[in-house]
C-alpha cells in the first residue's frame, strides 16, 4: 500500500465520518470512471453519446465527472447509448 493508501485507512480508523463519507465519494467516482472508460473504448465521444441521448455533452460531462445523484433510467440510457446493459447488483 504506497502513503496515500496508508494515510485513507488511518483517517478512517479515527474518523467514522470521514470513512462514510470516503466511501460514498470514491463510489460516485468508480461509477463516472467505469461510464467514461466504456465510452472510451468504444471509441465514442462524449458529443455521440449526448447526440444518442438528446441532451449535450456538457451533460455527458458532468455525469462522466459527478456521478453523484444519478438516476438508475439515466445510468440505463447512457448503457443503451454504448450498447451495453446495465445490471445492478446489491452487496
Known amino acids: 500500500m504506497d502513503d ?3 494515510y485513507i485507512e488511518k483517517r478512517k480508523k479515527k474518523s467514522p465520518p470521514f470513512a462514510k463519507s470516503f466511501e460514498a465519494g470514491y463510489e ?4 463516472g470512471f467505469l461510464l467514461r472508460q466504456t465510452r472510451e473504448e468504444l ?3 462524449q458529443e ?3 447526440k444518442k441521448l438528446r ?3 456538457s ?3 458532468r455525469i462522466e465527472n459527478h ?3 444519478i438516476r438508475l433510467s439515466t445510468l440505463n440510457r447512457y448503457a443503451e ?3 451495453k446493459k446495465l445490471h445492478v447488483v446489491m452487496q
Do not use: P
Not at 28 to 31: A, D, K, L, T, V
Open 55 to 57: 441532451t449535450k455533452k
Open 4 to 6: 496515500l493508501g496508508k
Open 48 to 50: 455521440e453519446v449526448a
Open 59 to 61: 451533460a455527458i460531462s
Open 43 to 45: 471509441g465514442m465521444t
Open 81 to 83: 447509448a454504448l450498447g
Open 67 to 69: 456521478a453523484e445523484d
Open 28 to 31: 460516485n467516482f468508480r461509477m
